[in-house]
């Protein structure tokens, strides 16, 4: 009988009887390579979808990106992100694209519905349809096109040649590259497929990619040039925090109640990822990765009636998983109820009708 790398995590229930049950797997991990917690199977390999960005940033700017293009903290923000489509975002994205020379027209990374209903209003408003500059990949797409006209290779996708989100392009090989040294692993150990934006992606045990994680928080044992550029991207993420989600998303809200603590970057199918600076865990303590799967996707979250966010499982667990660490304080706690750990279910009457919970207890190593 084949098992399951994954634990019952979270339950929902109505009227006291347990409804669903979600299933997933955690890994808390410090920039020594030491477990330090875990739940269901550490190891589970899976890919990290869009919590993989600040890593994919690292070569461009280890390139001297930055530098070459004048790039703010809040551009290197957004290059992180998966981002909303607000016309912040947009604005954003069309400054960095103004100082590298590339356009909208260069992105392979498609359109999709806009995420945050004011701005569909407003599009709507204005007859806008949606955009690549709008997709919530196409800052990331951005600082890998601006790195190809780094690297002095075409930014225009020509027929029988490689394009800058192929597998065997110079860029991607290169981020390939990095990642698989952030996370102590080769490139030949990480599994590779193809995301929704239509570049690589990785799959890595939770482990690696919160050793990973760590390092990028705490990169005191990495190489000057690297240690620089980890800095310069975790500073820019909890600088701009809107930048990496948007007024909705739970990475903004986190990093925003935490004062500059925590790096925080969902994935798609239920990934979250989350970095504890230095000293988070206590005086002196080292920097941290945590990395969390929902087994079955996560995809839809749960809607609420009164128009706030929907709710979604890694986020609650991400809250219970900080809770249970002792790295959130009660009134960042309670700044951040509206995601969990324990939320109420309300039917379309806004009539009280269930809850969700975490069920699970870290393991400590």
Not at 117 to 142: D, F, I, L, W, Y
Not at 208 to 218: Q, S, T
Not at 221 to 246: H, Q, W
Request: aromatic share 8%; glycine share 10%; proline share 7%.
């Amino acid at each position: 009988m084949k098992t399951t790398p994954y634990a019952p995590i979270f339950e929902i229930s109505r009227g006291g009887i347990t409804e669903s049950i979600h299933y997933g797997s955690v890994a808390v991990v410090d920039s020594g390579g030491n477990l330090l917690a875990y739940y269901g199977d550490p190891y589970t390999v899976t890919y990290l979808r869009s919590s993989a960005k600040p890593f994919q940033a690292i070569p461009f700017l280890e390139h001297g990106g930055q530098q070459k293009y004048a790039l703010t903290s809040k551009e290197i923000a957004l290059i992180c992100a998966s981002h909303a489509g607000t016309d912040e975002h947009v604005a954003t994205v069309c400054g960095i694209q103004a100082k590298t020379g590339v356009s909208e027209e260069h992105l392979m990374c498609g359109t999709h519905p806009i995420s945050d209903p004011v701005t569909v209003r407003a599009m709507r408003e204005r007859g806008e349809q949606p955009s690549p500059n709008r997709h919530n990949c196409s800052g990331k797409h951005t600082g890998m096109l601006a790195f190809t006209r780094l690297l002095n290779l075409p930014v225009d996708a020509e027929p029988g040649k490689q394009a800058y989100i192929d597998q065997e392009h110079p860029v991607q090989k290169e981020i390939l590259d990095t990642f698989a040294e952030m996370c102590g692993l080769t490139r030949e150990d990480v599994h590779v497929g193809i995301d929704g934006c239509s570049v690589p992606n990785f799959a890595v045990p939770l482990y690696n990619a919160a050793f990973g994680l760590a390092r990028l928080c705490d990169p005191h044992n990495l190489p000057d040039l690297r240690k620089e550029v980890c800095r310069t991207i975790t500073s820019s993420m909890s600088a701009y925090p809107f930048m990496v989600a948007g007024p909705n998303g739970f990475d903004t809200h986190l990093m925003e109640k935490t004062g500059g603590r925590i790096v925080s970057k969902g994935g798609a199918e239920g990934y979250q990822a989350i970095g504890l600076l230095p000293g988070a865990l206590g005086k002196d303590s080292p920097g941290v990765g945590i990395t969390i799967k929902i087994s079955d996707g996560d995809i839809a979250g749960r809607s609420r009636p009164d128009g706030n966010p929907a709710v979604y499982t890694r986020a609650a667990v991400a809250l219970e998983v900080l809770r249970q660490l002792g790295v959130l304080t009660g009134s960042e706690l309670e700044s951040l109820e509206l995601f969990g750990p324990v939320y109420t279910i309300f039917n379309w009457r806004k009539l009280e009708v269930g809850q969700g919970k975490p069920c699970f207890q870290l393991q400590k190593s």
